[in-house]
């Protein structure tokens, strides 16, 4: 849980002795023993919000939601501007399909990335994406009946309404074009070849691109050059990681496109 945090541990306090036992605990998996660790040093210095916050993890990992988000509410309290806790608490909240609660708390985590270093960034910014597309498709679930609804009671009131058949056909007309459009929104559309990676095929969230001008997913490219060899996918042209340069631009377009489109995000169409 440290490393995460970006802490290094400090033997001056018994809480701290105790959190470095914990710490030993997690990394071979003695999750229940880590968990008591965490709980010792929570009694001998409560005002620390790293313990609450290395137990919250201990709990995920148990698939504890309820201790998790109860520890990590209080390492909030305790510390606004921690990372981790929004991280675990959106997280947490998100399984349990609470979006509205949850969503804010991803975002939050990533905007205070900003001011710091954090190993774990993009783990946020997946989390916050996968959340999100899970927030549509349970909403979508709502639209389609609502939308199934409609189709079925407009043809009635349309009849009651429009006795006339000069006028009558026009408007059937115009009402079954609105709900045709209105279905094709609900269904998702090929991502833009654009916004996918050249080896993964994957929308791109860390687009980096070669002086060949191809544009490659960052943690692909990385593992292409390191497993297959030194030079670019398509182009095999040599090629170093740092001869590849981050295209921002396309990052930010990609960005705006998930905004839109919530299921694009591991979409695959």
């Not at 929570?42 to 919250?56: E, G, S």
């Not at 490659?216 to 390191?226: G, V």
Request: a negative charge.
């Amino acid at each position: 849980p440290d490393a995460a945090l970006g802490r290094r541990p400090s033997m001056s306090t018994p809480a701290e002795r105790v959190k470095a036992s914990g710490n030993e605990y997690f990394k071979k998996g003695k999750i229940d023993a880590a968990i008591e660790a965490y709980s010792e040093c929570i009694a001998l210095d409560p005002t620390n919000a790293v313990y609450r916050t290395n137990r919250a993890l201990c709990h995920r990992n148990k698939g504890d939601s309820l201790a998790v988000i109860a520890d990590c509410n209080e390492a909030i309290r305790l510390d606004g501007l921690a990372v981790k806790p929004h991280y675990l608490l959106g997280s947490a909240l998100v399984e349990q399909r609470r979006y509205a609660e949850g969503l804010p708390l991803l975002r939050r985590a990533l905007d205070l990335c900003k001011e710091r270093t954090v190993s774990y960034k993009d783990d946020i910014l997946r989390a916050l994406l996968l959340a999100r597309k899970r927030e549509w498709e349970a909403e979508k679930v709502e639209r389609d009946g609502a939308l199934s609804l409609t189709e079925r009671l407009v043809p009635e009131l349309l009849e009651h309404h429009y006795h006339d058949p000069s006028t009558g056909a026009g408007v059937d007309a115009c009402v079954a074009e609105a709900l045709a459009l209105l279905r094709r929104r609900e269904v998702p559309a090929a991502v833009p070849d654009r916004y996918c990676c050249q080896i993964s095929m994957e929308v791109m969230l860390d687009p980096m691109t070669t002086p060949s001008g191809i544009t490659y997913e960052r943690a692909s490219l990385r593992e292409h050059l390191q497993k297959v060899g030194a030079f670019d996918p398509v182009t095999r042209a040599p090629l170093r990681l740092e001869q590849a340069v981050p295209n921002i631009a396309l990052r930010e377009t990609i960005r705006e496109y998930l905004d839109e489109h919530p299921w694009a995000y591991e979409s695959n169409l």
